[in-house]
């Protein structure tokens, strides 16, 4: 089965932009329309942007001109640019065929922070 993989997430700075990838493994976007969506901490998973085969992407009310979804068959890939990003765009992001024909991947992680502060990171030393 083919299997949807996404890639190119991280923790940016309110405003900041992050590009997103999906790339099937196993498969073809060919004759596709591929939708993005994304699930937030405790939320259900939404509906972000879709481009199909042939004609004109869509988005989210929400996304208000802030991101950009693209592909190019040949390099078997969708593309995501997220612009200007809000605490709220915080989310795990995946993609699939508008029928759901891909097996679901893990996602990609997308944190935007509104602090001076990053998150961190853990140090263990092991005796």
């Known amino acids: 089965q083919v299997l949807a993989v996404e890639s190119g997430g991280g923790l940016v700075q309110v405003g900041g932009s992050l590009r997103l990838s999906c790339t099937p493994s196993?498969?073809?976007?060919?004759?596709?329309?591929i939708h993005w969506y994304r699930r937030a901490p405790g939320k259900q998973r939404e509906y972000v942007a879709s481009i199909p085969a042939f004609g004109f992407p869509d988005y989210a009310d929400f996304v208000k001109g802030r991101f950009r979804i693209s592909r190019d068959d040949t390099q078997n890939t969708v593309w995501l640019q997220l612009d200007n990003l809000q605490p709220e765009d915080t989310a795990v992001y995946y993609c699939n065929t508008r029928a759901g024909s891909f097996a679901w991947g893990q996602g990609t992680q997308v944190t935007v922070s509104s602090g001076a502060w990053g998150q961190g990171t853990q140090v263990t030393v092991a005796s």
């Open positions: 196993g498969g073809t976007i060919r004759l596709y329309d």
